[in-house]
Each structure stands twice: as C-alpha cells, then as structure tokens.
C-alpha cells in the first residue's frame, strides 16, 4: 500500500485493498503506533505521524469519520462565539489555522456570513467591537459598518454586520487526511473495532474486522487513543482510570434551500436562551444548527423532538416559513471535552493530550484546529519514540482528489465498504443534496454487483 502510494497516480485503495491489507496483518505485528478512532483528531495525527517516518497502524469502528466528525456544523472558524467568551488566545489561533486552511488546501471555502442585531442579541456595539477584534486577530484590521434591514429579515431583525469564516465538509477533510496517512505508508482500516488493549512497555491491541468476524491482536510501543467521545471507555478497556471527559451534544436540521433567497451565512441569537446558532447555505440546502447539552452517552443517535422543536423554533424568527415538514434530514453528533461545570457553553474548548504510561488520549480537537492538535500529539509520540518531530507544515494534505470524481473513483481510491459509506461520508448526498440520494445509490449498485460494496449499513 505504501509503496504504491509514493507514485503520483491516484493510490488504489478500495474495500479489495482492505481485504488484502487484512490479510496480510500478521498476529502480534509490531507498530510504532496504534491510532485509535478515524476522526479528524485520530485522522490528523496519523497524517502528522506518518512524516516521521514511523510504522502507524490506525484503526476505526466504523467507517472514516463515521464519529462526531461528520456531525460538526463543517465551519472552519475563529469562533466568535469563543471570543465573546474572552477566550481570545484560541480565537487567535483558530483564526491562524482557518487563514492556513484557506491558503494551502482545496477543500476548505470562505463563507461570507452575516450576524444579525435584535432584542436578543449582544448589542450593537459589542458585536461591533468583537467582530473589529476578528478582523485584526485575522491581520485585516477593519471597523464593520451596521446595515440596517431593508425587508429582507422579519422585522424584528434591526440590521446586521458582515464578517466572514470558512467552510468544508467534514468527512472529506478526515478522509483526506486518512489518505494522505497512507500514501505516506501507514496502514489505515475502517470497520476494524478495538475490543481490548493490555498496557505494558509494549501494548497489546485486540481488534475485530467488523465485515468478516475475524479477530486480530497486534502490538505498539505507543497507542494514541483518538476516539473521541468514546475516548474514556478506551481507557477503560485498558484498564486504566478515565479522564472525566465531559460530553455535550449537538444537533443540526436540513431543510431546502429555497427557503432562503441570500448566498450569506447568518449568526444569530437564539431568542430563547441568547445562544448564537448558525444557518449555513451549502449547495441545494440550509444547515441550521446547532444545540449545546451534556449528555451521559456518546453513542451516535438523531436529534430529540426537543432539539429539533428548539432549531425550529429558534430559526423561525428569521425564516419563518420553516416547520417540521420543511426537514429533509437532520444529525447528531457529541463534543468530546475535558472541563468542569454542566454549562457545556463554558467548558474549555482548548484540546488537551493526557498521557497514562504509553497511552496518549487526546480530547477537545476540533475540525479547525486539526493541524495544531495533531502535530503537537505527532511531536509527543516521535520524542517517545525517539524519532524527529514532524516538520512545522505538517500535516501536509497531499492527497486530491480529481474535480468532479464519478462514484467509481470512491469505491477504488477512498475505501467505503458499504453504500451508505458514499451518500453519507465520500459524496455525501445524504445532507448537501437529498434529492440526487436515489440517483447515486443506482449508480452504487454496479460496485455491490461486483462486491466491492455492500448494500446496507454494518450495524
Ligand atoms: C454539533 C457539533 C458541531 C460542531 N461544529 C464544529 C465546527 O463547525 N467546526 C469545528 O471546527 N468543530 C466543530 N465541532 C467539533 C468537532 O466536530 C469535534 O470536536 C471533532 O469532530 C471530534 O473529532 P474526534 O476525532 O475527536 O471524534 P470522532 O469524530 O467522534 O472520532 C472518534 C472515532 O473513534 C471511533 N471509535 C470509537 N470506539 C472505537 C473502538 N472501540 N475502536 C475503533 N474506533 C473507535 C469512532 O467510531 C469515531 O469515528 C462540532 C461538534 C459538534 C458536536
């Protein structure tokens, strides 16, 4: 696999190779590292690892960013929201890595948004001075002018300022990072469950294939323990004490773009407790988003009746001709964070690495700051390890894929395994544009035919 990836036509990397990486894996082979969990977090750090020349092994549940990671609100931002917390270090620096993003990759778009002024939201000159606080932590320093509204909102929408932040898809920006892992030479595998791991100065991992049943036991000198919401039941399996990790779930719901005539993002203020939220325009539909609350289980489920009831409402006062029939689909996904207190709007949204012998547990990375999270837990495991830290750009994105790719370029160069694989995460239909679902799941059907898909989800 890795050998062929140096080359610079596009790296075969189908459920076949998957099959066949498989069954290669010798029973107690020996990795550098073991990654667990094909998040962004998990994902960025084989990426950075794989720079240093390191044997890495990442393993993931289910597919590629099946996790949180394609449930966020897919904004690469500054967070404003951060900054009228005070927390204007982790502005600065998730500004940095959005003006990187922008800069240095293909699969991350600025957005131009809108925040808009009412009775609930910060007053006029605060939002004012925080958004002049943005644009200088961007190094474009500007005073936003307030446009007042002309009958483009309802009317309790007095006006808005302009700003603007990035956006990608989430899964794409994991799935590129897990290929460019391998075109490194790591060995990355999806539906592969870790089931045990025994903590020593080597560690023993246990894992199952999920599509054949076969079970597998390799070793690592150092596991990076990246799976997220489920990161403290990792711990747990190792038999080591958890790390308290605070879990706070969001919700998001879809409905068709024609409820909406603007290109703009809109920020606003929820008028039932003063939360911002987000619309979001991407291709033929609007993401309205997204609720905040600690929850005791990270298991992936839909949104309550009560959080969609709370979306609705909260984005009526600005589109008022959305109501629960207007929903094409709607996702769910779990922050993983490590703080105090049970507002989880005030838990600290910095990534913390926590290290217990040689098992490092990473939590709170975000898709913006990726980069920063990874290479710092890269650095921690190349000094363990005693290799070279990973370069300053790393880690690099260098795999791309070609404009306008047909299904068949997903089923032979990004390794879904199953059908919903690509509506949901490789071509992800299933949230951008609904109604095309049908039309791909036909053309899937050639690649079920010849068993490089299969047709329904692995539960
Ligand atoms: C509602 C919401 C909106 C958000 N919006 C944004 C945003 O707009 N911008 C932004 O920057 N951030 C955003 N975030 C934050 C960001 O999405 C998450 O912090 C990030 O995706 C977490 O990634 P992760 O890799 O740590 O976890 P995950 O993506 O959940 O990955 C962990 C992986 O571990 C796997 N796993 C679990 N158990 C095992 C096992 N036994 N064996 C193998 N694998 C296992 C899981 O299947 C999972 O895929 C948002 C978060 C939420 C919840």
């Given at each position: 696999m890795g050998a062929a990836?140096?080359?610079?036509?596009?790296?075969?990397?189908?459920?076949?190779?998957?099959?066949?990486?498989?069954?290669?894996?010798?029973?107690?082979?020996?990795?550098?590292?073991?990654?667990?969990?094909?998040?962004?977090?998990?994902?960025?750090?084989?990426?950075?690892?794989?720079?240093?020349?390191?044997?890495?092994?990442?393993?993931?549940?289910?597919?590629?960013?099946?996790?949180?990671?394609?449930?966020?609100?897919?904004?690469?931002?500054?967070?404003?929201?951060?900054l009228q917390q005070g927390r204007i270090f982790l502005t600065r620096d998730l500004i940095r890595e959005r003006e990187y993003l922008l800069r240095n990759t293909n699969i991350v778009r600025r957005i131009d948004f809108r925040i808009l002024i009412d009775d609930y939201s910060a007053s006029r000159t605060a939002v004012r001075f925080g958004l002049f606080l943005y644009s200088l932590l961007a190094g474009r320093p500007h005073i936003p002018k307030f446009i007042r509204n002309r009958g483009e909102y309802p009317a309790g929408i007095r006006g808005y300022f302009e700003f603007y932040d990035a956006v990608t898809d989430d899964s794409t920006l994991v799935v590129h990072n897990i290929l460019s892992a391998v075109m490194k030479g790591s060995v990355c595998l999806n539906y592969c469950e870790v089931t045990g791991i025994s903590a020593g100065s080597i560690t023993e991992v246990r894992f199952t294939d999920r599509v054949s049943g076969n079970a597998f036991s390799v070793s690592g000198k150092v596991v990076v323990n990246c799976a997220g919401p489920w990161a403290?039941?990792?711990?747990?399996?190792?038999?080591?004490?958890?790390?308290?990790?605070?879990?706070?779930?969001?919700?998001?719901?879809?409905?068709?773009?024609?409820?909406?005539?603007?290109?703009?993002?809109?920020?606003?203020?929820?008028?039932?407790?003063?939360?911002?939220?987000?619309?979001?325009?991407?291709?033929?539909?609007?993401?309205?988003?997204?609720?905040?609350?600690?929850?005791?289980?990270?298991?992936?489920?839909k949104p309550t009746p009560e959080e969609i009831d709370y979306i609705l409402e909260s984005a009526r006062r600005i589109i008022p001709s959305i109501n629960r029939d207007s929903i094409l689909t709607s996702f769910y996904g779990v922050?993983?964070?490590?703080?105090?207190?049970?507002?989880?709007?005030k838990i600290t949204r910095n990534f913390s690495i926590l290290q217990e012998g040689n098992i490092l547990s990473v939590y709170g990375v975000k898709l913006t700051d990726f980069r920063t999270a990874s290479?710092?837990?890269?650095g921690r495991v190349a000094r363990i390890l005693g290799k070279k830290a990973p370069g300053n750009d790393e880690p690099v994105i260098n795999y791309r894929r070609p404009a306008d790719p047909k299904i068949g370029y997903y089923v032979k160069h990004e390794c879904p395994v199953t059908i919903e694989d690509i509506t949901r995460r490789r071509f992800p239909v299933d949230i951008y544009s609904p109604s095309s679902r049908e039309n791909v799941i036909a053309q899937c059907k050639e690649f079920v035919q010849n068993g490089l898909l299969l047709p329904e989800p692995i539960e």
């Open positions: 990836g140096r080359t610079n036509s596009p790296l075969e990397y189908s459920s076949e190779t998957r099959k066949t990486t498989l069954s290669a894996l010798k029973q107690g082979q020996q990795f550098d590292a073991i990654v667990i969990g094909g998040g962004i977090t998990g994902s960025g750090t084989a990426n950075a690892l794989s720079a240093t020349g390191a044997k890495i092994l990442l393993l993931e549940r289910g597919d590629f960013a099946s996790g949180t990671s394609s449930a966020s609100s897919k904004l690469i931002h500054g967070g404003l929201r951060y403290d039941s990792m711990l747990e399996i190792a038999g080591k004490p958890s790390n308290g990790a605070r879990l706070s779930g969001g919700s998001h719901i879809v409905v068709d773009i024609s409820h909406y005539k603007g290109m703009q993002a809109l920020a606003f203020f929820s008028h039932i407790d003063g939360r911002q939220m987000f619309i979001i325009p991407r291709e033929s539909v609007l993401i309205i988003g997204t609720t905040d609350s600690i929850v005791h289980s990270a298991e992936m489920r922050r993983p964070l490590l703080g105090m207190g049970n507002d989880p709007g290479k710092k837990v890269a």
